[in-house]
């Protein structure tokens, strides 16, 4: 992008129906985990254990979302968004996971969407945004085939209590990542690892966002439907066939393990020691005429592209990361490299299924070594890396890929995962220890890009 003449940035250029949003998720932004009735999540569990979450942060306050949503939804309208995605924690609403509903969660998220629709903001729903209740997994959680059971409870609970006021929504946040950190890799919550946790949790997932997919169009007259991945390019370090082969691999399990099976074409068939065994693994199940549906959209959540090389030290997949470091680009503070041409290349990937009729990038955002100094928070280098990625955003746009609505990750510096408190992603700074917001100078860059000439 850097060698092309740059057409101007301008909001006009992406059309007046295009959905400006930033967005969050229940167990990174509410806190209040022992309040209104709510049941423990994995999260709450997973914190608790030494060494899992940098600089020892818990989820149990986070933004105070919970009590403080007004005041945020405020700010969302204020810095010139039109729409607000976020997650309904499902231990709020389902304290064991099934069974009665908990009547002041669902009140509270009445409550949440109806400040919203006030306030002229557009509500985004993600169903599950990786907070599962505890009790499941003491069930076993996503590698149990009884979330064939729970899963539609939970979404059809939403969907009876919602659907009156929102019409969009989205299934399942980032498949591939919650599986593979938490079930396969023990990075995230729960903790579990190896394959045996990986292939099942992986089956489950696919099929749970076909069926809610389904339970959402029978149930919610006029829904526009969606469901997210991440994703991203992945680009093999040299021309060497070896190089070449183990990116193909890579790009399998990071782009292609959860969208294709959606769009009718099962799991990436080509030779694949890990794909056969997943396929084999889950076999006897018999259930694969239950993973395609035809969503509204789909939502791309894009960083940075992943540049891999063949490593025969790793099993199965026989790839490494050559990490942004080693190669001397750009990055944020977390190491990812910036880089918009990623994001406008996957972007054209996904396009090219033909069966995608519509996308989203329902996350996109970067984490920067933020400070308040004298009541201001300068931060240049993320507003220069949302200049580079709206750009590709525009350029696909121009050429022909359907996208419709741009999410912000996030609003509020959060509780970023393991990462704890130490990765700041808002446009608004966050002081944990006050809950103090202070927007932050990419937030005001936004208030005046959004406003009308």
């Known amino acids: 992008m850097a060698n092309e003449p740059l057409k101007p940035l301008t909001v006009k250029s992406f059309g007046k129906d295009f959905a400006w949003g930033v967005a969050i998720a229940a167990a990174q932004n509410e806190g209040a985990y022992n309040e209104g009735g709510r049941g423990l999540s994995i999260w709450d569990a997973y914190a608790r254990r030494q060494g899992t979450i940098r600089g020892g942060g818990k989820p149990f306050v986070a933004c105070d979302f919970y009590?403080?949503?007004?005041?945020?939804?405020?700010?969302?309208k204020a810095l010139g968004f039109n729409s607000f995605r976020f997650s309904i924690s499902w231990s709020r609403v389902l304290p064991d996971g099934s069974g009665r509903p908990n009547k002041d969660g669902l009140r509270y998220y009445h409550d949440v969407i109806d400040e919203c629709l006030r306030l002229g903001l557009e509500p985004f729903v993600t169903i599950?945004?990786?907070?599962?209740?505890?009790?499941?997994?003491?069930?076993?959680?996503?590698?149990?085939?009884?979330?064939?059971?729970?899963?539609?409870?939970?979404?059809?609970?939403?969907?009876?209590?919602?659907?009156?006021?929102?019409k969009n929504w989205i299934v399942l946040n980032e498949p591939a990542a919650?599986?593979?950190?938490?079930?396969?890799?023990?990075?995230?919550?729960?903790g579990l690892t190896g394959l045996d946790n990986f292939f099942p949790a992986v089956h489950n997932a696919v099929l749970a966002q076909s069926q809610g997919g389904r339970i959402l169009r029978d149930l919610v007259p006029n829904a526009r439907i969606g469901t997210t991945f991440s994703c991203s390019e992945v680009v093999p370090y040299t021309n060497r066939t070896e190089d070449v082969q183990a990116a193909a691999r890579v790009?399998?399990?990071?782009?292609?393990?959860?969208?294709?099976?959606?769009?009718?074409?099962?799991?990436?068939?080509?030779?694949?020691?890990?794909?056969?065994?997943?396929e084999l693994y889950n076999k006897s199940w018999k259930y694969t005429e239950r993973m395609p549906f035809q969503f509204d959209y789909i939502?791309?959540?894009?960083?940075?592209?992943?540049?891999?090389?063949?490593?025969?030290l790793i099993p199965m997949v026989q790839a490494s990361e050559v990490k942004p470091y080693y190669r001397r680009v750009p990055r944020t503070a977390m190491g990812w490299e910036i880089n918009g041409d990623g994001l406008a290349n996957i972007l054209r990937r996904f396009w090219k299924y033909g069966a995608v009729k519509e996308i989203m990038v329902t996350e996109n955002g970067a984490a920067?070594?933020?400070?308040?100094?004298?009541?201001?928070?300068?931060?240049?280098?993320?507003?220069?890396?949302?200049?580079?990625?709206?750009?590709?955003?525009?350029?696909?746009?121009?050429?022909?890929?359907?996208?419709?609505?741009?999410?912000?990750?996030?609003?509020?510096?959060?509780?970023?995962?393991?990462?704890?408190?130490?990765?700041?992603f808002g446009l608004v700074y966050l002081d944990?220890?006050?809950?103090?917001?202070?927007?932050?100078?990419s937030g005001y860059w936004f208030r005046d890009f959004l406003s009308p000439a």
Not at 67 to 76: A, F
Not at 128 to 150: I, V
Not at 178 to 190: D, E, I, K, Q, S
Not at 251 to 278: C, M, Q, T, W
Request: aromatic share 16%; net charge positive.
């Open 67 to 76: 009590h403080r949503y007004k005041e945020d939804l405020l700010l969302t």
């Open 128 to 166: 599950y945004h990786w907070d599962l209740p505890l009790a499941l997994q003491k069930e076993g959680g996503w590698t149990s085939f009884k979330m064939m059971r729970w899963f539609p409870r939970f979404v059809t609970l939403c969907a009876e209590e919602f659907g009156d006021k929102v």
């Open 178 to 190: 919650f599986t593979a950190l938490g079930y396969m890799l023990g990075r995230h919550a729960p």
């Open 251 to 278: 790009d399998i399990l990071l782009n292609r393990l959860f969208v294709e099976p959606a769009l009718g074409k099962g799991y990436p068939s080509e030779s694949f020691r890990l794909i056969e065994r997943l």
């Open 299 to 312: 939502g791309l959540q894009n960083y940075f592209p992943v540049v891999v090389r063949f490593n025969r």
């Open 368 to 424: 920067f070594k933020d400070a308040v100094v004298g009541g201001r928070v300068r931060d240049e280098e993320r507003i220069a890396f949302f200049k580079e990625y709206l750009r590709a955003v525009q350029k696909v746009r121009e050429e022909g890929v359907n996208v419709t609505g741009y999410f912000v990750w996030t609003l509020t510096d959060n509780f970023e995962w393991s990462e704890g408190y130490k990765a700041r």
């Open 432 to 441: 944990h220890a006050t809950q103090l917001r202070t927007i932050k100078d």
